[in-house]
């Protein structure tokens, strides 16, 4: 059973490579022994291997990527689609370029990664892609119109993928975090809305990016092989918490 866990030689990809859930995610392929390539827009290396400087939401960026990982490793075993950026904004608020601005990042960036890595696993008959969505999508929070609806449809791409990558041994699932300390949420997660998410979070805490990285981990190794079209919830039960107080009989 222990082997069906082994992600020892994996050639791993990984978008928003640098900071958050992206690094933490790097680190846990690296230390289970996979060699691992990203993409952030500052291109910061967590570890060693393929760390590039561009924005996932240049189609151009992500296929030199998957390129030059292909050339240099002969093929991708995994790759993990997570770059992101927040936008906390009345929908009646946001403007045109406000919109576009966090699909390109959000949505288009994730399509980009999903086809450069899809179009190497059907190659090779094998592969797992992990896409990174959000509990936001499930429990809807005002101001985040934008990221919700990128969300979303990042969970609807994943389910019809899923679709059309099995028969050729591809598996295509979501991780869905809830809260998470990031440095992208730095500054949306106030004091008062941090004691909100500790009262509200069954398991009591924000969750860390390890946390998350372990799910999306997972979905990577063989003991999930049989698991596809699959959006996995890491919220420490935020999304199924419907406890208002009532009083016992």
């Known amino acids: 059973m222990a082997s069906r866990f082994d992600l020892s030689g994996r050639r791993v990809v990984v978008t928003g490579a640098s900071s958050g859930i992206g690094e933490a995610v790097v680190r846990g392929f690296a230390e289970a022994g996979a060699r691992v390539a990203g993409i952030s827009l500052d291109g910061g290396a967590p570890v060693d291997g393929i760390f590039v400087e561009g924005d996932t939401g240049d189609p151009d960026a992500v296929e030199e990527l998957a390129s030059r990982v292909e050339a240099e490793w002969g093929g991708i075993d995994v790759w993990v689609n997570n770059a992101a950026r927040l936008l906390v904004r009345p929908a009646l608020e946001t403007t045109d370029e406000d919109w576009h ?6 949505l288009h960036g994730y399509f980009y990664g999903c086809r450069a890595a899809a ?34 449809a990042i969970e609807a791409l994943t389910k019809t993928l899923a679709l059309e990558l099995a028969p050729h041994g591809v598996t295509v699932n979501a991780v869905a975090p809830g809260a998470t300390d990031t440095q992208m949420n730095t500054h949306a997660y106030t004091a008062e809305v941090r004691r909100t998410y500790e009262e ?40 199924v918490n419907g406890a208002v107080g009532h009083a016992e009989d």
């Not at 601005?101 to 959000?106: M, S, V």
């Not at 059907?122 to 969300?151: C, D, F, H, M, W």
């Not at 979070?201 to 946390?211: V, Y």
């Open 101 to 106: 601005g966090l699909l390109r990042a959000n």
């Open 119 to 152: 179009r190497r696993m059907v190659a090779a008959e094998s592969g797992a892609i992990v896409n990174v969505t959000s509990a936001a999508r499930i429990q809807a929070v005002p101001g985040l119109a934008a990221y919700a609806a990128a969300k979303g």
């Open 200 to 239: 509200r979070i069954p398991l009591g805490r924000i969750a860390t990016a390890d946390d998350v990285a372990g799910a999306i981990l997972f979905l990577a190794t063989d003991a999930a092989r049989y698991v596809t079209g699959h959006e996995l919830v890491v919220d420490g039960g935020l999304t």
